[in-house]
């Protein structure tokens, strides 16, 4: 069994994550603050993957980043192509994990107590060290549950990553495009491998974001 799949799913979930988590709590921290107006037009934008078809998006993404694009274009000046790579999926699973990331964050944040925020303003402290070292810390249920759910979004992720990057044996191909392959191709069993790898991983994400909710319900119990 070829486990390059497995491989390079979670190469491409662990990065997307993490650009996804650092992007989402930045987005969701400035546009929790704006005015109501401006962060409704704002939450739409930043939302519309979450609710859009995934190959709609991976259709986006190739307008933007296709090799007869000016942006493509622009890039593979630097050594930079997205489409027919793997970090091509990277760039699929951040933008199709970015809304579940940047929402959790954003009901996190709006539910901290601002009280907090301002006694550490009249003690003299530094907004980023209330961020870092009050904001967060007390946010930090939600955040990681966020996070664990961008991951799981991003290691499942089939529609924008088969637009963008297509499916070639070890190089793009991933759990969910190795599936649909094995199945084309009439090989069950094989897929059927591929999608217990997935059940498994999956239901140890589940677990997890119960364990984090769980958590936080006993934190905040009275």
């Not at 993404?61 to 091509?88: C, D, E, S």
């Not at 991933?174 to 999608?195: K, M, P």
């Amino acid at each position: 069994m070829d486990w390059y799949p497995l491989w390079n799913s979670l190469r491409i979930a662990a990065i997307s994550s993490v650009i996804v988590f650092f992007a989402g709590i930045a987005a969701a921290y400035y546009v929790a603050r704006l005015p109501r107006a401006l962060k409704g037009l704002l939450d739409v934008v930043l939302t519309l993957p979450l609710v859009l078809p995934p190959t709609v998006c991976g259709y986006f993404l190739l307008l933007l980043f296709g090799n007869r694009r000016p942006l493509g274009i622009f890039l593979a000046q630097f050594g930079f192509k997205f489409v027919m790579t793997w970090y091509g999926g990277v760039l699929a699973a951040a933008v199709v994990a970015f809304p579940l990331m940047y929402r959790t964050a954003r009901g996190a944040f709006e539910s901290f107590d601002e009280t907090l925020a301002y006694a550490g303003k009249t003690l003299g402290l530094s907004n980023s060290y209330i961020f870092w070292r009050i904001r967060m810390p007390v946010c930090r249920q939600g955040i990681l549950a966020g996070a664990v759910l961008a991951f799981a979004r991003a290691l499942g992720e089939y529609g924008a990553t088969s637009m963008l990057v297509g499916y070639t044996p070890g190089k793009t191909a991933t759990i969910s495009t190795t599936v649909y392959q094995l199945w084309r191709t009439n090989d069950e069993s094989g897929a059927f491998q591929w999608v217990m790898v997935n059940l498994t991983i999956s239901a140890v994400v589940l677990l997890a974001v119960n364990l984090l909710e769980r958590r936080n319900r006993r934190g905040t119990a009275p």
